[in-house]
């Protein structure tokens, strides 16, 4: 137990569905993470949010919009997604700030399967 | 994990033999690494981290060596046990909040 949790484990949708992926830290932290994992790439940073803030989006296509009502927690919106974004999706957070960063830490993923 | 697709690197050591796992870093600005191990099935968890203004550390049966000449991260497990059998990757940190991947090794541990 990482202190951030991941809901669903879990998914399998059609390329025209809309769902939404979750993740919640209780660990303080300001920062929150979406990564990507997939077969074929190593982990992708896909966004940052710092404070609530984005900070990042690492040219990541529209169909993946995230959301950060606040500092705990995280959601990913899916919608219009392709095979290919079938992956395991993995959030993580970390507190930031000057020049004291510390460790991510990470939730155990959502296995996204995009049929 | 997801890596099982990934021709990654992998590194065979028996039980009982020291492993040493090795990361080349891309940024020369970076301040901060972490390795970080995932197991099956697992998001990546913390092993240990080393700032840039340290060439080593040491924990628990490991060390990591940070050799900034070559942007060089290695990470040394001490007596390897089947429990360490995971995919292993660094991590590098430029700017407070992003931390970028490599793209991982494989450890096997066979008895």
């Known amino acids: 137990e990482t202190g951030v949790t991941q809901t669903p484990r879990h998914l399998v949708m059609g390329m025209t569905n809309k769902k939404s992926l979750k993740c919640e830290q209780h660990?303080?932290?300001?920062?929150m993470y979406w990564y990507k994992q997939s077969a074929k790439k190593p982990l992708e940073l896909m966004f940052v949010?710092?404070?609530?803030?984005?900070?990042e989006n690492n040219s990541v296509p529209s169909r993946f919009s995230p959301e950060c009502p606040n500092s705990s927690h995280l959601f990913l919106h899916l919608h219009t997604l392709q095979p290919e974004d079938s992956a395991l999706y993995l959030c993580?957070?970390?507190?930031?700030?000057?020049?004291?960063?510390?460790?991510?830490?990470f939730g155990q993923g959502t296995r996204l399967t995009v049929v | 994990g997801e890596s099982v697709g990934l021709h990654l690197p992998t590194l065979s050591v028996q039980e009982g033999d020291n492993s040493i796992i090795n990361c080349a870093y891309s940024?020369?600005?970076?301040?901060?690494f972490i390795w970080y191990k995932q197991e099956s099935g697992k998001g990546p968890q913390f092993i240990i981290d080393?700032?840039?203004?340290?060439d080593k550390r040491q924990g628990q049966r490991v060390t990591v060596l940070l050799n900034k000449t070559v942007k060089h991260l290695s990470l040394q497990i001490a007596a390897t046990q089947p429990g360490d059998s995971a995919v292993y990757f660094c991590?590098?940190?430029?700017?407070?909040?992003?931390?970028?991947f490599g793209t991982g090794t494989r450890l096997q541990v066979f008895p």
């Open positions: 940024n020369s600005a970076s301040d901060y």
């Open positions: 991590a590098e940190n430029y700017n407070t909040d992003k931390l970028i």
């Open positions: 660990l303080g932290h300001n920062a």
């Open positions: 949010y710092n404070f609530k803030e984005q900070t």
């Open positions: 080393i700032r840039s203004n340290m």
């Open positions: 993580a957070s970390s507190q930031t700030g000057g020049t004291m960063n510390t460790e991510a830490f």
